[in-house]
């Protein structure tokens, strides 16, 4: 009887109260999944501010390309702006040489070591130093400051004063011939490749002799070159006589009437000759053909320093170098390799080569050279 009347009393309770119940879980979950939502929401929203800020790095990154692309097209236009490396060491040395108030020992030892540091040897250094030395003990010179602009007057007047012309005899009749000689690495090829585009543009045939056969890959890079330049190619097997490859050459531009032949030669043999002896006969075999050595062009990596004068100087020996092509001044080269090499071996620098591309070949101009150096 109780329980009953306890059932019949709570059943409406305990329904009331599993309503209630049900509600609130209703409820919660509504209120979790929104509390939920509201958690992820800065979430999306961080990662679209994410992504803004990607895009504005996106941005800035091309935007830091595009003008590093835009310094690069201004820089191309000037040497100055090519040596820019070359000068921050070089000036740079020379300018803290040259801060203290009067002249002293001090003074003429922090220029000397600048000069060497800035890779312009020994004796050019001291060759260039001499007669600043007299002006100051004249006192034509008293304050350091004017020691810099007696300094580049001077490195100006040490420059060769021969003429850089390339060496083209047109009443010839038969292909002049340009050797192109240097150890492994310098820029041979990539010099007769943008020779070789230059001479086209100026309205000579060209033919290149791929004369390095130490490996087959050589030849394949003479030939892209001579592709992109218009010229014609002529190639032996590799491991083949060098000599003999030149000489084909110089035959077939002869029988073609092609105005100009650029040989390629090896910085390194496969067998146990002496490379200058191969390089002289080279030399040997290609003036004794149809056609006549008119230039012999060292090419030399600026970036090897004083190496360079070393090697200038076993090359010249052997071949009776007409020329010097500096290589990859572009890059982290000093510079002063220039006066060593003018002033110690009295052979004219013709060409510069300031980077990788077919242009990237000009004239030297010694004027110009010396204060892009300084300023
Ligand atoms: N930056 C720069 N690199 C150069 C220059 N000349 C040549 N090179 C590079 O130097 C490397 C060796 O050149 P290569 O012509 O094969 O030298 P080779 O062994 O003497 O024939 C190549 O990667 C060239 O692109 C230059 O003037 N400036
Ligand atoms: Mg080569």
């Given at each position: 009887?109780?329980?009953?009347?306890?059932?019949?009393?709570?059943?409406?309770?305990?329904?009331?109260?599993?309503?209630?119940?049900?509600?609130?879980?209703?409820?919660?979950?509504?209120?979790?999944?929104?509390?939920?939502?509201?958690?992820?929401?800065?979430?999306?929203?961080?990662?679209?501010?994410?992504?803004?800020?990607?895009?504005?790095?996106?941005?800035?990154?091309?935007?830091?390309?595009?003008?590093?692309?835009?310094?690069?097209?201004?820089?191309?236009?000037?040497?100055?702006?090519?040596?820019?490396?070359?000068?921050?060491?070089?000036?740079?040395?020379?300018?803290?040489?040259?801060?203290?108030?009067?002249?002293?020992?001090?003074?003429?030892?922090?220029?000397?070591?600048?000069?060497?540091?800035?890779?312009?040897?020994?004796?050019?250094?001291?060759?260039?130093?001499?007669?600043?030395?007299?002006?100051?003990?004249?006192?034509?010179?008293?304050?350091?400051?004017?020691?810099?602009?007696?300094?580049?007057?001077?490195?100006?007047?040490?420059?060769s004063?021969n003429s850089r012309e390339l060496n083209f005899d047109?009443?010839?009749?038969?292909?002049?011939?340009?050797?192109?000689?240097?150890?492994?690495?310098?820029?041979?090829?990539?010099?007769?490749?943008?020779?070789?585009?230059?001479?086209?543009?100026?309205?000579?045939?060209?033919?290149?002799?791929?004369?390095?056969?130490?490996?087959?890959?050589?030849?394949?890079?003479?030939?892209?070159?001579?592709?992109?330049?218009?010229?014609?190619?002529?190639?032996?097997?590799?491991?083949?006589?060098?000599?003999?490859?030149?000489?084909?050459?110089?035959?077939?531009?002869?029988?073609?009437?092609?105005?100009?032949?650029?040989?390629?030669?090896?910085?390194?043999?496969?067998?146990?000759?002496?490379?200058?002896?191969?390089?002289?006969?080279?030399?040997?075999?290609?003036?004794?053909?149809?056609?006549?050595?008119t230039e012999?062009?060292?090419?030399?990596?600026?970036?090897?320093?004083?190496?360079?004068?070393?090697?200038?100087?076993?090359?010249?020996?052997?071949?009776?170098?007409t020329g010097?092509?500096?290589?990859?001044?572009?890059?982290?080269?000093?510079?002063?390799?220039?006066?060593?090499?003018?002033?110690?071996?009295?052979?004219p620098?013709k060409l510069?080569?300031?980077?990788?591309?077919?242009?990237?070949?000009?004239a030297f101009?010694?004027?110009?050279?010396?204060?892009?150096?300084?300023?």
């Amino acid at each position: 009887m109780l329980a009953q009347f306890v059932a019949a009393d709570t059943a409406p309770k305990i329904l009331l109260l599993l309503a209630l119940l049900v509600s609130i879980f209703g409820i919660g979950i509504v209120v979790f999944s929104r509390r939920n939502r509201a958690a992820t929401k800065p979430r999306t929203s961080q990662r679209i501010s994410q992504q803004a800020s990607q895009v504005t790095r996106m941005t800035e990154d091309q935007s830091t390309s595009k003008s590093a692309i835009n310094s690069t097209i201004e820089e191309d236009l000037s040497v100055r702006g090519r040596l820019s490396k070359a000068r921050s060491t070089f000036a740079g040395a020379i300018a803290t040489a040259l801060t203290s108030s009067s002249i002293t020992q001090q003074t003429w030892d922090d220029l000397e070591e600048a000069l060497l540091r800035a890779d312009v040897g020994v004796a050019s250094t001291a060759r260039v130093l001499a007669p600043l030395r007299e002006l100051v003990k004249t006192k034509k010179i008293t304050q350091p400051s004017d020691l810099m602009s007696a300094l580049q007057n001077e490195m100006a007047a040490q420059l060769s004063q021969n003429s850089r012309e390339l060496n083209f005899d047109s009443s010839l009749g038969t292909p002049n011939i340009w050797l192109v000689v240097g150890v492994n690495g310098a820029g041979k090829t990539t010099t007769i490749g943008k020779l070789s585009a230059q001479q086209h543009a100026i309205g000579r045939s060209v033919l290149l002799a791929a004369g390095d056969t130490f490996r087959a890959a050589a030849g394949e890079q003479l030939e892209t070159w001579a592709l992109r330049s218009g010229a014609e190619i002529v190639r032996g097997a590799e491991g083949g006589d060098p000599s003999s490859v030149i000489f084909d050459g110089v035959a077939r531009a002869t029988s073609r009437k092609i105005d100009l032949v650029l040989a390629d030669t090896a910085g390194r043999l496969q067998n146990n000759t002496n490379l200058m002896e191969e390089l002289a006969k080279v030399r040997r075999v290609a003036d004794k053909g149809s056609g006549k050595v008119t230039e012999v062009l060292l090419v030399i990596d600026a970036t090897t320093g004083q190496n360079g004068l070393t090697q200038a100087k076993q090359f010249s020996l052997a071949t009776r170098v007409t020329g010097v092509v500096l290589t990859k001044l572009d890059g982290s080269a000093k510079g002063g390799i220039v006066f060593a090499i003018e002033t110690e071996l009295q052979i004219p620098i013709k060409l510069v080569g300031l980077g990788e591309t077919i242009d990237d070949l000009i004239a030297f101009d010694a004027q110009e050279f010396v204060s892009a150096l300084f300023m």
